[in-house]
């Protein structure tokens, strides 16, 4: 399974992003799907999530500004960032979780999109 994260960029205070990634592979099912993001020396934090059956949660902090949403049928996640700020600046990071063709339960992680917020 391979997560293609993109949208990230340089942007100025106030701005929108959106970013996407896309999984894709061979699996069962693609169940939860979540963004999280890290700056330097700091450990990676979780942004929001959505399940397979699109209950969503945004980290507390967040939820005026950031949305996360799905394309079911694309097998799509998608972070909706209004509003930026400079402390929004981080790399952002999308994880799945699946069901493989096994029938276990599999975890992978995205390479990573940056997003730098200037004042």
């Known amino acids: 399974v391979q997560l293609q994260a993109s949208g990230g960029g340089l942007v100025q205070a106030g701005a929108y992003l959106r970013l996407s990634c896309a999984a894709s592979?061979?699996?069962?099912?693609?169940?939860?799907m979540a963004w999280y993001r890290q700056v330097p020396e700091k450990q990676r934090e979780l942004v929001a999530t959505?399940?397979?059956?699109?209950?969503?949660n945004v980290e507390n902090s967040l939820r005026d500004r950031f949305t996360i949403s799905r394309d079911y049928g694309k097998n799509t996640v998608y972070l909706q960032m209004h509003a930026l700020k400079v402390e929004d600046t981080a790399v952002y990071y999308c994880?799945?979780?699946?069901?493989?063709?096994?029938?276990?339960?599999?975890?992978?992680w995205g390479q990573g999109t940056q997003v730098t917020v200037s004042s």
């Open positions: 959505i399940n397979s059956g699109a209950t969503i």
């Open positions: 592979g061979s699996f069962y099912s693609l169940e939860d």
């Open positions: 994880h799945a979780k699946v069901l493989t063709r096994r029938l276990t339960w599999a975890e992978y």
